[in-house]
């Protein structure tokens, strides 16, 4: 307790912090303190608390809401959750779901301990997801997910203040397409949308995300309580390879990031962007380590840090006028001090939580599954989308 106690104050301070030429800001972006593979030592599998305090400093400037995969995952419920909220963040807490209930039960333990210290609020917590791509990965089906979504709804309603914290089930587009009923057991709509994984040039790719996002739009005013859409995965990675996924560059990555920012910014599109910085300890020769806005070293990208998103006008120099003839001149006034713009405002997630328990629905008839590929050199208790070959999104 003592050593959490020591950590939150010593990061207290990155909440005022600001970095100079930040030219966007994100509604939201994903954040993981995992620095090592499962085997690796302790103090190389896990960021150390220097480490994520360096971190948020970075991110505090362009986002103000980050999103979690794991209460348990390098204890990120102790090691991020208050120092995150002491910095000025607010969070969407993630509990991981795969196919051991043991994974599960960590988290709902972790979740318990959490819940006690009176963190879980509205004020702090923007919504909670139980799972994330599970049901696309095979992990659970749908009454398996559902059911953990019930048990920690009836965790929040006990506690009384995280009661009205809305929660959610993570998934791939295609899975809220194809089982409808499942918007019906949320409190928002939480979709991970990937042009990437989809082979689709970056020119088009914000445009083909659009289609199927709109799509996830118009399903859901279809369904009781007209529930909104938050992405909770978008990105492009800028190396590596991977099977029928896009071609990964700096400039194609950028390409994505500029049209999708933009466009998202028209529509009033609330996202987590992924993700914010790259992790090498997933593989170098795959995609899945290059996703990040930032290299592991806390540089931006130099193609992300050129775009033109919300960088502030220049002022327009005023134009030389003749001079006067012999009119005695007036006293020079002062010159006014130039207000210098703030950057835009990251948009508020704001969702009406359910107020009771939602009982289970029928289970939908299963889509066929995607074939697993070879497993990969990492615990399968972290999202990884190189451990399926294809997602294709619904046309």
């Known amino acids: 307790m003592t050593s959490s106690i020591l950590t939150v104050a010593a990061l207290v301070a990155v909440a005022a912090s600001s970095v100079e030429g930040v030219t966007f800001n994100c509604p939201g972006i994903n954040y993981n303190i995992r620095a090592g593979a499962d085997w690796a030592t302790p103090e190389n599998k896990c960021k150390p608390a220097s480490q994520i305090a360096s971190e948020l400093k970075i991110l505090k400037s362009y986002t103000s809401v980050l999103r979690l995969y794991s209460l348990t995952d390098c ?3 102790t090691a991020v959750v208050p120092a995150a909220i002491a910095a000025g963040f607010q969070l969407e807490l993630g509990l991981w779901v795969d196919s051991y209930d043991s994974s ?7 979740f318990a301990t959490l819940l006690n210290t009176g963190l ?3 004020a702090n917590i923007v919504g909670i997801h139980v799972g994330s791509e599970a049901i696309y990965r095979g992990n659970v089906n749908y009454h398996t997910a559902v059911s953990h979504l019930s048990e920690i709804r009836q965790m929040c309603i006990d506690n009384g203040g995280a009661a009205k914290v809305p929660l959610t089930i993570t998934d791939v587009g295609n899975t809220y397409l194809a089982y409808p009923s499942l918007i019906d057991v949320v409190d928002y709509v939480s979709a991970n949308l990937f042009p990437f994984w989809d082979h689709i040039v970056p020119a088009k790719a914000a445009a083909y995300f659009l289609t199927t996002y709109e799509r996830l739009v118009r399903l859901a005013a279809t369904r009781a309580g007209n529930k909104s859409v938050v992405i909770g995965e978008t990105g492009w990675a800028t190396n590596g390879t991977a099977a029928r996924a896009s071609v990964a560059t700096p400039e194609n990555s950028a390409k994505y990031f500029h049209d999708f920012y933009l466009q998202a910014q028209e529509k009033g599109i609330k996202y987590y962007y992924f993700s914010a910085f790259d992790e090498s300890w997933k593989g170098t020769d795959t995609v899945e380590a290059y996703f990040g806005l930032f290299y592991e070293d806390g540089k931006l990208k130099p193609t992300i840090e050129t775009l033109e998103l919300d960088r502030p006008k220049s002022t327009v120099a005023p134009q030389a ?3 006067e003839s012999t009119v005695a001149p007036h006293t020079t006034a002062a010159p006014q001090s130039t207000v210098t713009p703030e950057p835009t405002a990251a948009p508020q997630f704001t969702v009406a939580p359910q107020s009771t328990v939602t009982p289970l629905t029928p289970e939908p008839t299963q889509r066929p599954r995607v074939p697993w ?5 990492w615990r399968p208790s972290l999202p990884r989308r190189p451990s399926l070959p294809y997602r294709p999104m619904l046309t």
Request: aromatic share 4%.
């Open 321 to 323: 006028t003749a001079p």
């Open 373 to 377: 590929r070879p497993s990969l050199p």
């Open 120 to 122: 879980v609020t509205p």
């Open 104 to 110: 599960f039960k960590a988290e709902k333990e972790a």
């Open 75 to 77: 204890n990120q419920s």
